[in-house]
């Protein structure tokens, strides 16, 4: 069983949409757990994609076809997962805050963290600091990511923590921030928990993070 899972990974790295699932529906015929699938095949495939990336050995078009293919099979796991109450790692809200249109950067942050485990709830672009609130209320995620690629969108970060904190979440909740513009520093200065200048960095710096 071992060798399956070991080819859904090899699968997942490829980009092979076809062969992953026809790999998931054979090792779950062959009684494998959806959740060890999940673990052993689809995210240990992502993890190496995201060291690939991050070490310039792949590039965001494959990235983009390794992570549609763990969707595909994430698809034909997701009943079985939720029947047996496979849990992610958590929820992780992510956005472009307001004033800003650019959403590649959080689209591949969104896809690292799915292969990190987490379930990804993505709020889009352009988004006014009450959006975050809100989301924050509906969904209790263990972490929200803020993304700006302007140095006029920048600013939007520190209100929207802001918002936060005036809404009493503050404490309930790690907020990470990336984007082109904004540091280290300037996280702290701010008063978000983080900061990560890639997409790889910021699903371990979410993993860690949400414990």
């Given at each position: 069983?071992?060798d399956l899972l070991?080819?859904i990974?090899?699968?997942?790295?490829?980009?092979?949409?076809?062969g992953?699932t026809?790999?998931?529906?054979?090792a779950?015929?062959?009684?494998?757990a959806?959740?060890q699938?999940?673990?052993a095949?689809?995210i240990?495939g992502?993890?190496?994609?995201?060291?690939?990336?991050?070490?310039?050995?792949m590039f965001?078009?494959?990235?983009?076809r390794?992570?549609k293919?763990?969707h595909t099979?994430?698809?034909?796991?997701?009943?079985?997962l939720?029947?047996?109450g496979?849990?992610p790692?958590g929820?992780i809200?992510?956005?472009?805050?307001?004033?800003d249109?650019?959403d590649?950067?959080?689209?591949l942050?969104?896809?690292m963290?799915?292969?990190?485990?987490?379930?990804?709830?993505?709020l889009?672009?352009?988004?006014?600091?009450?959006?975050?609130?809100q989301?924050i209320?509906a969904?209790?995620?263990?972490?929200v990511?803020?993304?700006?690629?302007l140095?006029?969108?920048?600013q939007?970060m520190?209100?929207?923590?802001?918002a936060i904190e005036?809404a009493?979440?503050?404490?309930k909740?790690?907020?990470i921030?990336?984007?082109?513009?904004?540091?280290a520093e300037?996280?702290?200065?701010?008063g978000a928990?983080?900061?990560?200048?890639n997409?790889?960095s910021a699903?371990e710096l979410?993993k860690k993070?949400?414990g």
């Amino acid at each position: 069983m071992g060798d399956l899972l070991e080819q859904i990974a090899a699968g997942i790295i490829e980009g092979n949409i076809q062969g992953v699932t026809e790999l998931v529906q054979k090792a779950l015929d062959q009684g494998s757990a959806a959740g060890q699938i999940l673990e052993a095949g689809l995210i240990l495939g992502m993890n190496e994609v995201g060291k690939r990336f991050k070490a310039g050995e792949m590039f965001i078009p494959e990235v983009l076809r390794s992570a549609k293919t763990m969707h595909t099979g994430q698809e034909i796991l997701r009943p079985l997962l939720a029947a047996g109450g496979t849990l992610p790692a958590g929820k992780i809200v992510l956005g472009t805050v307001q004033g800003d249109l650019h959403d590649i950067g959080k689209n591949l942050v969104g896809m690292m963290c799915e292969g990190a485990g987490f379930e990804v709830i993505d709020l889009g672009i352009n988004l006014e600091p009450d959006k975050f609130v809100q989301a924050i209320k509906a969904h209790q995620p263990v972490v929200v990511g803020m993304s700006a690629l302007l140095t006029t969108t920048m600013q939007a970060m520190g209100r929207t923590l802001k918002a936060i904190e005036d809404a009493g979440l503050r404490n309930k909740v790690k907020v990470i921030i990336g984007g082109a513009p904004v540091d280290a520093e300037f996280a702290e200065r701010i008063g978000a928990d983080g900061y990560s200048p890639n997409a790889v960095s910021a699903a371990e710096l979410a993993k860690k993070l949400a414990g």
